[in-house]
């Protein structure tokens, strides 16, 4: 019994040495990096993700929130922050940015951090590519309801 657990001993802290030696996650040069999935940027006030925008056939429709979506507000939809959270959106490219209230709950495609009102993507420059890279920033945190 003795020797087996010296075997253990011995042999229990090589393999885990050896196994923490892996390459980890698989190397892409610049120009075939698949895009990020969303990701927190800092002490969770901050995300940096993908933001698209919806428009007319929702218009008038009633959001999460029981609010009725206005299109040309400067609202957006957003998985998890409380309603009435108030976000500066702003576009990597274009150093654009807008200010927005959480009034309504998604986007539901998985690579994409925020829908904005269409208002809030004219201010960003959003309508012509449909989409943008964007860092959300945290302003005023919203109440949630009970």
Same mark, same amino acid.
């Given at each position: 019994?003795?020797?087996? %657990? +010296?075997?253990?001993?011995?042999?229990?802290?090589? *393999? *885990? $040495?050896? @196994? =923490?030696?892996?390459?980890?996650?698989?190397?892409?040069?610049?120009?075939? %990096?698949? +895009?990020?999935?969303?990701?927190?940027?800092? $002490?969770?006030?901050?995300?940096?993700?993908?933001?698209? #925008? #919806? @428009?007319?056939?929702?218009?008038?429709?009633?959001?999460?929130?029981?609010?009725? #979506? +206005?299109?040309? +507000?400067?609202? @957006?939809?957003?998985?998890?922050?409380?309603?009435?959270?108030?976000? %500066?959106?702003?576009?990597?490219?274009?150093?654009?940015?807008?200010? /927005?209230?959480?009034?309504? %709950?998604?986007?539901?495609?998985?690579?994409?951090?925020?829908?904005?009102?269409?208002?809030?993507?004219?201010?960003?420059? $959003?309508? @012509?590519? =449909?989409?943008?890279? /964007?860092?959300?920033?945290?302003?005023? $945190? =919203?109440?949630?309801?009970?």
């Amino acid at each position: 019994m003795v020797l087996l %657990r +010296d075997a253990a001993v011995l042999f229990l802290p090589a *393999f *885990f $040495l050896v @196994a =923490g030696c892996g390459s980890g996650s698989p190397r892409f040069t610049s120009k075939e %990096r698949p +895009d990020p999935a969303p990701r927190e940027t800092s $002490l969770s006030t901050q995300l940096e993700g993908v933001a698209s #925008y #919806y @428009a007319d056939e929702f218009n008038g429709r009633t959001t999460a929130s029981g609010e009725p #979506y +206005d299109m040309n +507000d400067l609202t @957006a939809a957003h998985r998890t922050l409380p309603f009435g959270t108030k976000v %500066r959106v702003t576009d990597l490219t274009t150093g654009r940015s807008v200010v /927005v209230r959480i009034n309504d %709950r998604g986007p539901f495609k998985d690579d994409r951090v925020i829908d904005l009102s269409l208002g809030a993507a004219k201010q960003l420059g $959003l309508i @012509a590519m =449909g989409t943008g890279r /964007v860092i959300l920033q945290i302003l005023e $945190l =919203g109440i949630q309801p009970k």
